[in-house]
């Protein structure tokens, strides 16, 4: 007999296609209404109901940036610490870069990593929805761009040696579709490199958990399993050292199909009903953070007096 946790849904998750969900929240991080489901079966979690693609697209094209971060271009501090973010991405992704492009960067955002993989030598196309940072990445820092979706690539543009997309995945209602499309346009022995935010961290406001522009939320275990029923293999997938994102990189392999988590189901729920806010004022590593981001904000405010322009910051960024 199912628990009262367990229910059935009318909807099916987009990874396994299971039913079984339980509802994890019913309001946004903006106290808006936004229903969101945990699949017991692989631990997905998803908005119910999931927009369509042509709200999507009118979404993305126009709105998106504007809500988020409030400007339609970024200002110097948001290129400060998408810079920093930038830097570390390509440091972990070092060991496994190709020598030579092209590199296709999915979902650019503001263009500081595809600037600066063109910096460590690689031809890089951008790609980004979003009409003003589209105009921003080709007019500001001079980076080859194209304004659109991953749908909207033709096969044609690759094959690529290698994709990045970062904080994309999260973006899109059928993650192993977009993912499957990543794999068309990558050479047989190209890399694809993700990262996600971590819906297993636990070190997170109850009530700032749910962005309502993220359609699904996962943990190292579900990504490889939506990267492997795309048709890959995994050379790394795993939580960053503080927990708050997921990082994975993989190859094209053989795709295969998606099977329940062994045990998911209970440890999921315990997950879920583990979460309190009480339970976050007394963590230390949630105190820790509090502090990192402080310092953070100082050190930006001192950097952003000697702002002149992104493409001067990002072309002297120690690299390292
Ligand atoms: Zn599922």
Not at 141 to 148: A, E, H, S, W, Y
């Amino acid at each position: 007999m199912m628990s009262d946790f367990m229910q059935e849904t009318r909807s099916t998750c987009p990874l396994c296609g299971s039913a079984q969900a339980t509802v994890a929240g019913r309001l946004d991080r903006h106290r808006r209404p936004l229903t969101t489901l945990l699949c017991l079966s692989c631990g997905l979690y998803r908005s119910d109901p999931l927009p369509s693609p042509e709200q999507l697209r009118a979404f993305y094209e126009k709105q998106y940036r504007l809500e988020y971060k409030g400007v339609a271009k970024p200002k110097a501090h948001h290129v400060l610490r998408a810079a920093r973010a930038a830097r570390d991405r390509l440091n972990w992704l070092l060991p496994h870069l190709p020598d030579t492009g092209p590199w296709l960067d999915a979902g650019a955002g503001s263009g500081e990593f595809a600037f600066l993989m063109q910096r460590h030598g690689l031809d890089v196309l951008a790609l980004e929805p979003n009409q003003g940072y589209a105009a921003y990445i080709r007019d500001d820092l001079g980076i080859p761009v194209r304004q659109g979706f991953i749908e909207d690539l033709p096969t044609s543009s690759g094959p690529f040696a290698g994709i990045s997309c970062f904080h994309v995945l999260e973006h899109h209602p059928d993650p192993v579709q977009a993912l499957s499309r990543f794999r068309t346009l990558l050479a047989p022995a190209g890399l694809l490199a993700v990262e996600v935010p971590n819906s297993g961290f636990a070190h997170i406001h109850p009530r700032n958990r749910f962005h309502p522009a993220h359609l699904v939320h996962f943990n190292p275990a579900n990504l490889e399993l939506a990267a492997h029923a795309a048709g890959f293999v995994t050379i790394e997938c795993r939580a960053s050292r503080d927990g708050g994102i997921v990082w994975g990189v993989f190859r094209p392999g053989p795709a295969h199909t998606v099977h329940p988590l062994p045990g998911a189901a209970g440890l999921l729920a315990a997950q879920e009903r583990g979460r309190s806010v009480a339970r976050y004022y007394v963590s230390p590593r949630v105190w820790g953070r509090t502090m990192i981001r402080v310092a953070r904000l100082g050190f930006e405010r001192c950097r952003t007096i000697a702002f002149t322009s992104s493409r001067d910051y990002l072309s002297q960024l120690p690299l390292r």
